[in-house]
């Protein structure tokens, strides 16, 4: 039977793993698309108080986020005919004029100790109402976080469900096509902010993933030329080996309570899908067929797991119960679907689909029915996940021949692409949502 490339891949590491310097370059966010529909809203420059001299705009990350999530459309600032501080400053009438829905103002001062006090409020423009509001203290190096965490609440407030502003995101990067350089893991704000390198190699690293606690990335390393899974701590930098066997060791992925690692086994002859449990090493074989098994990702009750296989002559999404048991078929549309994954909410799937010989992104019901096809110009799309809050889609994509990560919101609006100044982009993971 002929393998499919898309299966093939990841497991047998012929991808095309490119390099990356030492350089510890940020993403660059570029939004895409329109922002119809997209509720006007304008962030005032916060008030500085007795001296304060912050190192970051927290109005501007606050807009920027709220633009980003294709849901708010931010008044630029030289279009603000006044920027209020306080409640007593306001003349909403102004506001009212440049038909805008709700107005952000704040203030920053030194706080007693070191670091800042932030206040800020939001209000409903034409009602005058204050519709929230909220203190916090913030470190000079924490403003940035906080700035996030504003935007998550107002986001909260006037949609109803959670920001993930203040989330990160997980990925690999490599230098530019045909260099010999090396690759990296890297872990970054939301906005592509603060990168940091959590593992920097010469050899080939794919498939990172998120413990539920946000604390630990499993991910596949083929360090001394064999594939590996690891699990490292991202505070302690502590990094454990958890699957070496002989064949491949490959696409980790955390149990929802954060106990178990699924993972694709070559050990036993073909690739399928096996459960281990963390704290002693056992394994449980879930799937065992001749064609190969792989790509796993739990629902969120932690009771099912889908997983790409080309049992049928094709690669297809099936289930299985994540006790073990007959595996069923999921896909039926389409000659090629593969790397699955689920909503936060459980009702969706995303998956890769292929389309007129093109690679693109799809999202299905998860118990079969209706789907779509995320709009993108490139013919090369993979590796899609969810944001944590289900409102938008992550995958790597191509621009100009480049490896880049693009979000695209699922109600629709604007995306976001985000790039390297040079290099590649690619194997996009983002942190769940914490209590």
Request: contains cysteine; hydrophobic residues 35%; proline residues 6%.
């Amino acid at each position: 039977m002929q393998r499919p490339s898309h299966v093939l891949i990841p497991m047998l590491a012929c991808v095309l793993m490119l390099a990356i310097g030492q350089a510890q370059a940020k993403l660059t966010i570029e939004v895409t698309g329109g922002v119809e529909g997209a509720q006007p809203i304008a962030v005032v420059p916060f008030g500085e108080r007795e001296s304060a001299r912050p190192g970051v705009d927290l109005a501007n990350v606050i807009s920027a986020d709220l633009s980003r999530s294709g849901r708010f459309r931010s008044l630029p600032r030289r279009e603000m005919l006044n920027m209020p501080h306080r409640q007593d400053e306001i003349d909403f009438r102004e506001w009212q004029l440049l038909d805008i829905n709700n107005l952000v103002i704040g203030e920053i001062s030194p706080a007693e100790g070191g670091g800042y006090s932030l206040r800020w409020s939001l209000f409903d423009v034409f009602s005058g109402d204050e519709i929230a509001s909220h203190s916090l203290r913030a470190s000079e190096r924490g403003l940035r976080h906080a700035a996030h965490r504003i935007a998550d609440q107002i986001y909260e407030t006037l949609t109803g469900e959670r920001g993930v502003f203040a989330t990160r995101l997980a990925y690999v990067t490599s230098g530019p096509r045909g260099s010999d350089s090396r690759v990296a893991l890297r872990v970054s704000d939301a906005d592509g902010y603060n990168p940091q390198t959590i593992v920097d190699s010469a050899d080939p690293i794919m498939s990172p993933t998120w413990s539920p606690d946000a604390q630990r990335l499993a991910y596949v390393s083929f360090e001394g030329s064999k594939s590996s899974i690891f699990i490292q701590e991202l505070t302690s930098g502590r990094r454990e080996r958890v699957a070496s066997f002989e064949g491949i060791n490959g696409s980790p992925a955390f149990s929802p309570d954060g106990r178990r690692l699924a993972m694709t086994l070559s050990k036993d002859g073909n690739p399928d899908i096996y459960v281990m449990e963390l704290a002693s090493k056992q394994l449980t074989r879930l799937t065992d067929h001749y064609a190969i098994d792989t790509e796993p990702a739990w629902s969120p009750d932690g009771r099912q797991i889908v997983f790409t296989s080309d049992r049928g002559g094709r690669p297809q999404i099936y289930r299985v119960s994540a006790s073990g048991g007959p595996a069923q078929r999921v896909t039926f549309e389409g000659d090629y679907n593969a790397a699955a994954s689920y909503a936060p909410d459980g009702r969706s799937l995303v998956m890769v689909t292929r389309v007129n010989g093109r690679f693109q992104i799809l999202v299905t019901d998860a118990n079969g029915g209706g789907s779509r096809r995320l709009v993108s110009n490139g013919a090369l799309d993979e590796s899609p996940s969810f944001a944590p809050n289900g409102s938008m889609v992550i995958y790597a994509s191509q621009n100009n021949g480049r490896g880049v990560l693009s979000v695209t919101p699922i109600a629709g609006g604007s995306g976001q692409r985000l790039s390297q100044e040079s290099g590649e982009v690619r194997e996009p993971a983002w942190s769940p949502l914490l209590p």
